[in-house]
């Protein structure tokens, strides 16, 4: 749809003959911008009645600006009232306090005085001006408010509305000082490692505190409960999301401060005094929250190619406390501890509800708890099956267990199409930190271990998890430039 082209008049003085010349030069810039231009130059013609034309001009609700060329001579006769500036100044003077929209009138500077102030009439002196009495760069600048304001394309635009902020309607838990914490984080400018130490050790603490707020205290646990608990959760996830944002800035600290993360919480989540009060299902709230923020880490780091820290994240040893309680053994783990299956929710709540023939009613909470514009379905889902692909490439298992099993893996459509630039050998190189490998040959065979397993798939689909080499043949990798 072609948009509205603007009708413009311009009001100068003929005085200064260096500054028609420019005058002249402006219109036809503007009218080279797509802008009509009305000039006396070009349409007063001999024998028509100049004060008429001028009158029609500002006048016209046709024209959408009328630009005043203000310099000494314009000035003074508007003051003055004289010359046919002067008549043009009574009939702008009555428009612009009068049915006229204020805007529609804009004051062009093109002359300054001896104290370089600009000349500007007085009856308009309050308004803001555009000042092309410059003869460098920063006439371009102000050139392109100019034609900004007339094509209605501001450089600063009001944003829209957004939703809602969920955390005020959360009065359960104090999440003010977490905030706080992020700020400070994402301002931090210095080289101080102890101070920068010292934030994170305050999130953390911070964090913790929060989440021990988020614990069951009922004794009778129910699905319904378990899934409240967790849609209360999105706004405490939300800020490790945050947090995510800003260690972004330090990638130098990622690794250590994430794998210390999630160390940190899972060790304090599952920890409580009276074992009588509570079992296993009344932390599947906080299995859900952690495996979730593990998927979120996943999709952060691939977003911003973040491959070596990824793949150390996904090889390092979590020690891990062996249950919920208190004094526990802690034994070490990998990666693939953090996904456990929810049976509170997928056998007590599912059944009942509005779509028992879900796959997973897990993995549909996941993929709903979008944080635009990184953490996405489509990125939740693809982390997920890159969380497999790798556990099986990398040959990462729990100690008694099996591998990853990406339970959102029915929702993804686009994680093939990365694999398929392996034939490009330059993305190869990119992407070979993630596979913890020195050599495209070391590679190739590091993906071979992910190999097809008909069995990986939910019991009620013909889907399986796909694999690398569901998306390129080994062949292929590295094929072209």
């Not at 371009?140 to 501001?154: A, F, G, S």
């Not at 820290?309 to 309680?325: A, K, V």
Request: glycine share 4%; proline share 3%; net charge negative.
């Amino acid at each position: 749809m072609e948009t509205k082209i603007p009708r413009v008049f311009i009001s100068y003085s003929w005085t200064n003959s260096l500054h028609v010349e420019k005058v002249i030069s402006l219109a036809e810039r503007l009218m080279s911008h797509r802008i009509d231009v009305i000039l006396d130059k070009w349409e007063l013609k001999e024998g028509q009645d100049k004060y008429v034309f001028m009158e029609q001009c500002v006048t016209n609700n046709d024209i959408d600006k009328v630009l005043l060329i203000c310099d000494k001579a314009y000035t003074e006769k508007a003051n003055m009232r004289t010359g046919g500036v002067g008549d043009e100044t009574m009939i702008i003077s009555s428009e612009l306090y009068g049915k006229t929209k204020q805007e529609k009138f804009i004051p062009i500077i093109f002359e300054n005085d001896e104290d370089g102030k600009p000349y500007c009439p007085a009856y308009i002196k309050s308004r803001i001006y555009i000042d092309l009495s410059f003869e460098d760069n920063r006439y371009e600048t102000e050139y392109d408010k100019l034609l900004r304001n007339i094509h209605n394309k501001p450089q600063y635009k009001k944003p829209v509305l957004g939703d809602f902020p969920e955390w005020l309607d959360n009065d359960s838990v104090n999440l003010f000082p977490i905030r706080d914490i992020i700020r400070q984080i994402k301002g931090y400018t210095g080289d101080n490692q102890s101070k920068f130490n010292t934030l994170i050790k305050r999130f953390l603490d911070s964090y913790i505190l929060a989440l021990d707020e988020y614990k069951i205290k009922e004794i009778k646990l129910s699905g319904e409960l378990i899934v409240t608990q967790i849609n209360d959760m999105k706004t405490i996830r939300d800020l490790y999301i945050d947090f995510l944002d800003a260690l972004i800035l330090f990638p130098n600290n990622i690794t250590d401060i994430l794998t210390g993360y999630f160390e940190m919480i899972y060790n304090s989540v599952f920890d409580v005094e009276n074992s009588s009060s509570c079992n296993e299902y009344s932390f599947e709230h906080f299995r859900f929250f952690i495996w979730e923020c593990f998927i979120c880490t996943t999709a952060y780091l691939c977003h911003y190619e973040m491959y070596r820290e990824l793949h150390e994240i996904l090889c390092h040893t979590y020690f891990l406390r062996d249950s919920f309680f208190k004094g526990s053994s802690i034994s070490n783990r990998t990666f693939v501890h953090f996904r456990q299956y929810l049976k509170t929710i997928e056998e007590g709540y599912k059944p009942t509800s509005s779509e028992p023939r879900l796959f997973s009613y897990t993995a549909k909470m996941l993929i709903e708890r979008e944080k635009k514009p990184i953490i996405t379905k489509e990125t939740l889902s693809n982390a997920d099956i890159l969380l497999c692909q790798l556990s099986k490439a990398l040959i990462i298992n729990e100690t008694y267990g099996s591998g990853w099993f990406p339970y959102c893996y029915v929702y993804s459509n686009s994680l093939s199409h990365q694999w398929i630039r392996l034939k490009s050998k330059k993305y190869c190189y990119k992407i070979m930190p993630l596979f913890g490998v020195k050599s495209i040959e070391e590679m190739k065979i590091t993906i071979e271990n992910d190999q097809f397993d008909e069995q990986l798939r939910y019991s009620n689909s013909f889907d399986c998890v796909p694999t690398i080499m569901s998306s390129i043949k080994i062949e292929d990798i590295a094929s072209l430039n």
